[in-house]
């Protein structure tokens, strides 16, 4: 019982600072999709998915939808989760101004709803880190990919040079 309420407290604590930042980082992400760093990062992604496929997309912690918006403008299906009402509202925003329909869900990803292998290709970025629980998170991430399908996960310890010397 105690771990389910320390993760609820954590899911709340990072909800929280997320909605907080959301407006920000929003526009950060925002300035990325206009600069040269989108192409780069749709090479990177779409580098490991078959051309001419059209894929069903999880994008994971979606944020202000970066990832979800690049995928769905190279025309695949995706669908969006994130535990954060503030980014999602940035997310469907964003979508919006880019032109691109996706399927927005706010949720834990660290207990998805979603059904067993649903996903061809599940992506994250940057959303490791603020788990307390990263391994049930991607045991729950590898039960929606369909087999033979593949995980992108970008990720960092944003803070660790508040830790270390």
Partial sequence: MTNKIDNNQLLH???RYWNIRAESYSAAN????????????RQLLLSHVKEGETLNVLDIGTGPGFFAILLALSGH????????????LEAKNNASQHHVSINFVCGDVQDLPFGDEQFDLVVSRNVTWNL???????????RVLKPGGSLINFDANWYLHLFDD
Wanted: net charge neutral.
């Fill in 13 to 15: 604590d990072v909800t």
């Fill in 30 to 41: 925002q300035q990325e999709l206009l600069s040269e760093k989108q192409q780069k990062w």
């Fill in 132 to 142: 307390k629980s990263p391994r049930k998170a991607y045991q729950e991430w590898f």
């Fill in 77 to 88: 299906q995706v669908t969006a989760i994130d535990a954060t009402s503030g980014m999602l």
